[in-house]
């Protein structure tokens, strides 16, 4: 076969190309023709197509995506913001974290395994790129229902592929979800998050500056895996009988992945490079367009030289292979030779593949033939930018006036105490530590909390013990009823949740996972989100970092729930004085912080009594979630309480039961005036808390509640420990569960699904 060259694609203009089978559109087509003022050629129609991609270009999204910048202002903290490959923030003391999340969606659903895997050791990639240290790796999931014979398939591999990967690289996993629900069959959510650490003078860029500066693509061999996977495979739906086209998942290797950290911080350590790029989705097309477009040159690329592990691969492959443990670094020609016997000290392979060039193109040649000439802006950031038709749909009226307030509700205590048991052992509140004891959550010994607590949390000094915590959250069924709210709500309970922890929250990442942007109705639901996310985030003060948009999550004409999963990272000064879910010391009074009110749209109770979604989430109210992380940042650092648990999906009676678990006690608890029983023990209302304060900090803790106008109810004691047989979570006038018959609900429903 001829090699399509430059010159060759000049002197045949009319050439056909397969530019459809690469997902282009014909006007984007035309828009390249016009770019270069000719045909492109394989290489460059291989570059542009996956380049131009939705998942690389966002060129659905883009339109909304900027309200992140427009609206919300950075805060003191942030360092870097969104358009690297991960934000960076201060958090004292000289020190930076960056943190991300991204999604791996379909190729998780066509091989679970590595791509689960993959998804780990992409985003750890970007978060190595920045300059830091990779500490931590937190998972947001979603399947389908959990008793569907295909969700039995994928599940396991997916857990599997994120502790084997994470486990290899010895990185504590710290945090994340597990929810379960039929609309995501077919479409697994498999998001993943990592934080990484540095020093303020250790962050690095993706430019390539500096002409005669050499790039050099050091780690694994490039293969032929993943080739296509970003423009075909995560920028399509999928059909009902199956994925529409599938092409090879990308392959990971953990110990080559540990081998390129270390190799590149000791690069990093001796700053030896001028700039720094992963290679992850659309592969060497998109590191060497990003770098030479960020940069203040252009760039030649000997594209024979990149090493191999299929030697049959043609340019164009080589340009789209998504090959993963992959980076991509510019070096002054006078530290190339260090650079190179850091690469072999590690056994990391290390080529020179070209250098920064005078001019203003990205330049590819292939055994001295010239494939690609190309203005490496027009590839990596000025692809097509689309004002896709939205609408409110027309079926959004008739849901929210189903209203789920109006269904049946139990009769008597006994029909509660069964409803309540039910909702405990139900797949998506049922404890998931078959998943979570797959992940090694304490290696390096720095974890402080890990999952199933509110929060993930790291100690970041050990002197000091400055620490960060993240949590992430997303609730599709209240973005289903309210795409606006929906997001708001999503970010209220990750913050909500780091402030439980004793973490003051301080910025935010985000993975936005919905359907196809050619519906009109979904595009409306990925509008009001963004739209809600951007307000919110500008009234709570958390400036948007960075994050990733995972569109058409779809199999035929049924998509997911919108699903906005919202990543807020917060800063805690001393780690020792962190707040943990459990309730421990009999005796202690629990509080209840915020108001309850007749609310279960979108509710746990709602779809495991009723199998129903309808009426309207809970309220939003972000002053008063401001001020309830106020009051549980405060009474953590001072000493007030000795638990706190934020409540969210099922209500008041799952965070006391979760906490009484995590503890080994009991809890007596009294129905307060003015609610009844059912309201009071599974109303999903947010901006809410419950804690345990030492008889000691009584009147102290409730005289700061009072003094800045928080609602603070006493609602109950510890009562009983694991050692006594008769603990039980008792509510007063109504039912009793024994602590063992909670235990036997909650912790045998995912080992009987799944082990």
Not at 354 to 367: A, C, K, Q, Y
Not at 386 to 405: H, I, S
Not at 508 to 534: K, Y
Not at 687 to 694: C, D, E, H, I, L
């Amino acid at each position: 076969m001829t090699l399509d060259t430059v010159k060759n694609a000049e002197q045949t203009p009319e050439a056909g190309q397969p530019w459809a089978d690469l997902g282009l559109k014909p006007d984007e087509y035309a828009r390249i023709r016009e770019i270069l003022g000719r045909r492109p050629t394989g290489a460059e129609l291989a570059m542009y197509s996956v380049m131009w991609s939705e998942h690389c270009s966002y060129k659905s999204s883009k339109v909304h995506l900027k309200q992140f910048g427009e609206k919300v202002p950075d805060n003191d903290a942030m360092l870097v913001g969104i358009g690297e490959n991960a934000g960076v923030v201060d958090v004292g003391q000289g020190y930076a974290v960056t943190f991300k999340v991204e999604s791996h969606n379909h190729p998780s659903y066509i091989e679970p395994y590595q791509g689960a895997a993959t998804g780990v050791g992409g985003i750890v990639r970007d978060i190595l790129a920045m300059g830091a240290r990779p500490v931590a790796v937190v998972d947001p999931l979603r399947f389908g229902a959990a008793d569907h014979p295909d969700t039995k398939r994928v599940l396991p591999g997916v857990v599997a592929g994120i502790g084997g990967y994470g486990n290899c690289l010895g990185l504590p996993n710290i945090g994340g979800e597990v929810v379960f629900d039929s609309c995501y069959q077919g479409n697994p959510l498999v998001n993943a998050g990592c934080i990484g650490v540095m020093k303020h003078e250790d962050i690095h860029l993706a430019k390539a500056s500096g002409t005669g500066n050499k790039v050099i693509l050091y780690g694994a061999r490039t293969g032929g895996d993943g080739i296509g996977g970003v423009s075909v495979l995560a920028s399509e739906t999928f059909e009902s009988t199956g994925p529409a086209k599938r092409p090879a998942v990308q392959v990971g290797d953990p110990f080559q992945e540990k081998l390129l950290i270390e190799c590149t911080l000791e690069i990093f350590a001796e700053k030896l490079v001028a700039g720094i790029q992963d290679l992850g989705g659309a592969g060497l097309s998109c590191a060497t367009s990003e770098l030479a477009s960020a940069g203040s040159g252009g760039m030649r690329v000997d594209l024979n030289t990149v090493p191999l592990r299929d030697s049959s691969l043609s340019p164009e492959e080589i340009l789209m292979s998504e090959s993963q443990e992959r980076m991509c670094a510019v070096v002054e020609p006078d530290k190339v030779d260090r650079f190179m016997e850091i690469c072999e000290k590690w056994d990391v392979i290390a080529t020179v593949i070209g250098e920064v060039t005078e001019g203003e193109r990205l330049e590819i040649f292939w055994h001295g033939e010239q494939i690609v000439d190309v203005p490496p802006r027009t590839v990596a950031h000025e692809g097509p930018v689309y004002q896709r038709p939205y609408a409110r749909p027309t079926w959004q009226d008739g849901l929210q006036a189903d209203d789920a307030n109006k269904l049946p509700r139990p009769a008597d205590a006994t029909e509660l105490r069964a409803q309540v048991l039910k909702l405990i052992a139900s797949p998506n509140q049922a404890s998931k530590a078959w998943i979570t004891d797959q992940y090694d959550r304490f290696v390096q010994g720095n974890t402080i909390l890990a999952q199933p607590e509110d929060a993930g949390m790291v100690r970041v000094d050990e002197d000091t013990n400055l620490g960060v915590a993240m949590a992430t959250d997303g609730n599709g069924r209240y973005a289903k009823l309210d795409p606006y709210a929906g997001a708001q709500l999503a970010l209220a309970e990750s913050y909500r949740n780091v402030a439980a922890s004793g973490a003051r929250p301080l910025a935010i990442s985000n993975c936005l996972n919905f359907g196809s942007p050619e519906d009109p109705d979904v595009m409306w639901q990925f509008a009001e989100a963004t739209r809600g996310l951007a307000d919110a985030c500008l009234q709570l003060g958390t400036p948007v970092t960075g994050g990733n948009v995972s569109l058409y999550n779809q199999t035929g004409e049924t998509a997911i729930h919108p699903t906005p999963v919202v990543a807020v990272l917060g800063v805690i000064d001393d780690v020792t004085r962190r707040t943990p879910i459990a309730f421990k010391e009999e005796g202690q009074l629990l509080y209840l912080l915020g108001e309850t009110r007749e609310e279960f749209g979108g509710s746990a109770w709602s779809q495991v009594v009723h199998d129903h979604l309808g009426g309207l989430p809970p309220k939003v109210d972000l002053e008063r979630e401001r001020l309830l992380a106020e009051i549980l940042i405060s009474a953590s650092r001072d000493g007030m309480i000795d638990a706190a648990h934020d409540l969210s999906d099922g209500g008041l009676i799952q965070a006391v039961v979760e906490s009484c678990l995590r503890g080994g006690t009991g809890a007596r608890l009294v129905v307060p005036d003015g609610l009844d029983a059912f309201t009071f023990l599974l109303s999903e209302s947010a901006g809410r808390a419950v804690v345990s304060v030492p008889r000691s900090e009584e009147l102290r803790f409730t005289d700061m509640c009072g003094a800045r106008g928080l609602p603070v109810t006493r609602i109950g004691v510890v009562d009983g420990t694991v050692a006594d047989a008769s603990a039980a979570v008792e509510v007063q006038g109504e039912f009793a569960l024994p602590l063992e018959e909670l235990r036997t609900a909650h912790t045998q429903t995912i080992p009987t699904l799944f082990a």
